[in-house]
């Protein structure tokens, strides 16, 4: 399948992702907006998502985004890359009153939503995706930066499991087009600024471990937020720094969102599946990275979802 042939006679164009995008959302809606801006100079494009962190600032046009939402407007064809519709946030209208609407994702919990469904599990990111539905030859440095960032965040540098001979092949022909691959890996991945450093400290410090040291946990209150006056895109690398810890095979994080609400995050080895104990809360992501938003107290939540990682370590 191409793109080209799914949108050639679209007249305007809207392009989403989830909330609190991270390197994977943000590199993929831009990679798309700037390819369609060339294959379809006279149409209406418009990209629609939370602010992305400052360390995308990178990315041509990225201040094209538009994060507050006109939802009356009637598009041709809306883009929900990088999950389905049910984390659109307030682009969810646009996505119900979109003439046709094409979801491009490789999360595994992903069913599929709208008219055309491009989901594939085995892809290390939607913007590897992308680039194998896009013509080669309508590719330029600035998709090419944006779709490079996308595929590096979500292979950990091209270095988690995700990372398939495809997956290398694509970034080596990206980096033909001459960006500053190194600069673009330290700013956007591995730079920390001194309260993002701070916090994951503290996390680190307040981990626990549980289940004979092959799980471990820790969590982020508001008031720790808000003394080292942080946000939640901040809060980006704790979980993997917690699973790095040697012999732990699932780490979980997480950071108060609401009285009594908290965003978790957890990360695996291999050995749990991590996509199956969030979905179980409603979240979902892959098996060795995965979501969900939970309710409850915090040693609550840990309860719960050890009932989940336990059984699939043998220890329920
Ligand atoms: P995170 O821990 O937020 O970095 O997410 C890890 C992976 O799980 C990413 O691929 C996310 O897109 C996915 N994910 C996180 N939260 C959810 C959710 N509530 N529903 C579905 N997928 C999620
Ligand atoms: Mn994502
Ligand atoms: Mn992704």
């Known amino acids: ?7 050639s006679d679209a007249a305007s164009v809207a392009i989403s992702g989830h909330i609190r995008p991270d390197g994977d959302c943000v590199g993929s809606v831009m990679g798309l907006y700037l390819y369609l801006k060339k294959e379809l100079p006279k149409a209406e494009i418009d990209i629609y998502l939370d602010k992305p962190a400052d360390i995308f600032d990178c990315i041509s046009h990225i201040e094209d985004i538009k994060s507050e939402f006109n ?3 009637i ?14 946030g307030n682009a969810h209208p646009l996505f119900e009153s979109a003439r046709k609407r094409i979801n491009i994702d490789h999360h595994i919990s992903n069913k599929g939503c709208g008219d055309v469904r491009i989901v594939e599990p085995d892809r290390s990111s939607t913007a590897e995706l992308l680039y194998d539905l896009m013509r080669p030859e309508m590719i330029d440095i600035e998709v090419a930066t944006a779709l490079y960032i996308g595929i590096i965040h979500d292979t950990g540098v091209l270095r988690y499991s995700n990372t398939s001979p495809r997956t290398l092949q694509i ?3 990206l980096i033909k087009f001459g960006f500053n691959f190194s600069d673009i890996i330290q700013k956007t991945f591995y730079e920390k600024t001194y309260v993002q450093t701070q916090i994951m400290g503290r996390a680190v410090l307040e981990s626990v471990r549980f289940m004979h040291n092959r799980c471990i946990v820790s969590m982020v209150s508001r008031r720790m937020m808000d003394f080292y006056q942080v946000t939640p895109q901040d809060l980006d690398g704790i979980v993997n720094q917690l699973l790095a810890v040697k012999g732990v095979e699932c780490a979980i994080f997480m950071y108060e969102t609401g009285t009594l609400e908290y965003k978790v995050s957890m990360r695996s080895d291999g050995k749990v599946d991590v996509a199956a104990v969030a979905m179980r809360f409603g979240g979902g ?3 060795r ?9 915090y040693h609550d939540n840990i309860n719960n979802l050890a009932i989940g990682i336990a059984e699939q370590l043998d220890l329920a």
């Open 1 to 7: 399948m191409r793109l080209i042939d799914e949108v």
């Open 71 to 73: 939802t009356n407007k």
């Open 75 to 88: 598009y041709d064809v809306f883009f929900v890359l990088d999950c389905e519709d049910d984390r659109l």
């Open 171 to 173: 970034a080596s022909e």
């Open 285 to 287: 992501g892959h098996v």
């Open 289 to 297: 990275a995965a979501g969900c938003t939970m309710n409850g107290t």
